[in-house]
């Protein structure tokens, strides 16, 4: 990897007209940068960043060997800096110099959107391994709100876009690793401030929006959210936009910023004319072996398999169909590939011995993909019973404990109420607020902080019941971890313990 003075970072940022005042030895060579102290070594770029930052946090980076900071504060230390006038704008500017852009030698697909970004991040991968096994190639890389993995990196995720320097390492790694796709979840905030700036998206797919992430530490309300989701058009060459979303025409209009646009979109809901898709989908059914919908376009008229479960997956399919076929993979592969797809904590369904208990791991976790979720649910199992498990996190996105109780207490025969990455706010305070919203459909519920106890719960009083039941477990997926304060705990997943309690 090419090397770079701090006079390059300097020249870099002033052309950016970032530097407010500067003082440093132009010809010092930069061997890493960091926001994180913890990582620093001899002859580091240190980031100062965030609200919460300590000038303790620079002083241990220059003890470790930082030769230099960036900030948007002078600190009294003795050490070379660049002062800046917005360090957010700044982070994506210095990681792209110092991993020479590694993007570019990727094919680059961003998706965002309110619901389905991870399923069809492994739709779009599932189908491009495939074509890798096949070619010779190596499988892609991926970078989700699930896991992520670049070839040298393959771990569980906490974050759906992490920051800047971690974003462009993990394409950096990719390219060291021989991999040429990457597929990655594009939050609203990571648009708003500034985490994916700098990135072109070969392909960039707007799926849906529906109201989330308001809260006095996300996003004031829908119009912000929703204004900042609209940002990656400004940055994608081809975007992908669905006919099936709210707001469609606002949608289409900004997705003219990018170089084309396709448009997908499938027979339920439609907000345009079937002929005015690229891809449209029809003639969806529930089969003994999955769903299988058709797929029209200009060039074939094809029926597709989708082994995983869930109706409204046909519409994260045609996303992932349309981005292959933008990619010339041949439709063979894309047909083997959707119906392989899986993504871990998506959907997974686990049945008792005659399955009159079903039970559903899911990380649906806001209005649109509940209600989705729930809606689905009832039309394709109308003799179960449903019972709903789920929690909402601490301190943030606080809508979501109405409209998931409401959703929840409006399809469900019963609702346990847990913890789900509570942070610093109290369990009982976020399943209190919830409660009070189920309560309004007069639906009876639980309030059982420890996950594995809800289900536990859930699972005994379905099968005293006498009654098929269908259990939806949602928010946590395949996790292992739960937050509490400031920390990520070690727990089992949901999946661990459905399948420990419903045998």
């Given amino acids: 990897m090419k090397k770079y003075t701090l006079k390059d970072f300097y020249n870099l940022l002033n052309e950016k007209e970032q530097v407010v005042e500067s003082a440093f030895v132009e010809e010092d060579i930069v061997d890493f940068t960091t926001y994180n102290s913890k990582e620093v070594v001899e002859n580091t770029l240190f980031i100062c960043k965030g609200a919460t930052f300590k000038e303790d946090y620079l002083k241990d980076a220059i003890s470790k060997g930082a030769t230099c900071y960036v900030s948007e504060k002078k600190y009294d230390v003795d050490c070379s800096y660049i002062i800046v006038k917005n360090i957010r704008e700044c982070m994506p500017l210095i990681a792209n110099l110092y991993y020479d852009a590694p993007f570019k030698k990727l094919h680059m697909t961003g998706i965002t959107g309110t619901k389905g970004k991870s399923t069809t991040a492994y739709y779009i991968k599932s189908i491009i391994d495939e074509y890798m096994k096949n070619s010779g190639g190596k499988e892609s890389a991926v970078i989700s709100s699930i896991d ?74 829908f119009r912000d959210y929703f204004e900042s989701k609209l940002r990656i058009f400004k940055q994608t060459k081809t975007a992908f936009i669905c006919a099936n979303s709210d707001n469609f025409d606002e949608i289409k209009t900004a997705a003219s910023a990018s170089e084309n646009v396709i448009i997908f979109g499938h027979e339920d809901n439609l907000k345009i004319d079937k002929n005015e898709c690229d891809i449209y989908g029809y003639n969806i059914k529930k089969t003994s072996d999955g769903i299988t919908f058709n797929v029209k376009t200009k060039d074939f008229d094809e029926e597709f398999l989708l082994t995983m479960p869930g109706l409204f997956n046909v519409e994260n399919a045609l996303a992932a169909i349309a981005v292959a076929l933008e990619y010339n993979i041949p439709i063979e592969y ?119 106890e809800a289900i536990k719960k859930a699972i005994e009083d379905a099968k005293a019941s006498n009654h098929k039941t269908i259990i939806l477990i949602t928010g946590k997926g395949n996790e292992t971890r739960q937050k509490y304060g400031h920390e990520y705990l070690d727990c089992p997943s949901d999946v661990e313990y459905v399948k420990r309690y419903l045998q």
């Fill in 148 to 221: 992520v993995y670049d070839g040298v990196i393959n771990k569980e995720s906490h974050i759906t876009t992490p920051e800047s320097m971690e974003l462009f390492m993990h394409f950096n790694n990719a390219v060291n690793s021989g991999i040429t796709y990457l597929e990655m979840e594009v939050s609203s905030q990571a648009l708003k401030y500034n985490r994916v700036d700098e990135i072109v998206f070969d392909c960039g797919i707007f799926l849906n929006i529906s109201e989330d992430h308001i809260s006095d530490i996300e996003h004031k309300d």
């Fill in 334 to 452: 894309i047909k083997k590939g959707i119906s392989l797809a899986r993504s871990s904590g998506r959907m997974e369904l686990y049945e008792n011995n005659d399955k009159s208990i079903i039970a559903v791991v899911d990380y649906a976790h806001n209005k649109l993909s509940f209600d989705t979720l729930y809606s689905s649910t009832k039309k394709e199992y109308p003799e179960y019973d449903i019972y709903a498990i789920f929690g909402c996190p601490g301190y943030k996105a606080q809508i979501r404990r109405r409209d998931l109780g409401l959703i929840a207490g409006e399809y469900s025969k019963k609702v346990y109420i847990c913890a789900e990455d509570p942070g610093d706010e109290p369990v009982i305070e976020i399943s209190n607020e919830i409660a009070s919203y189920v309560s309004k459909g007069n639906c009876p519920y639980e309030l059982i902080e420890d996950r594995g």
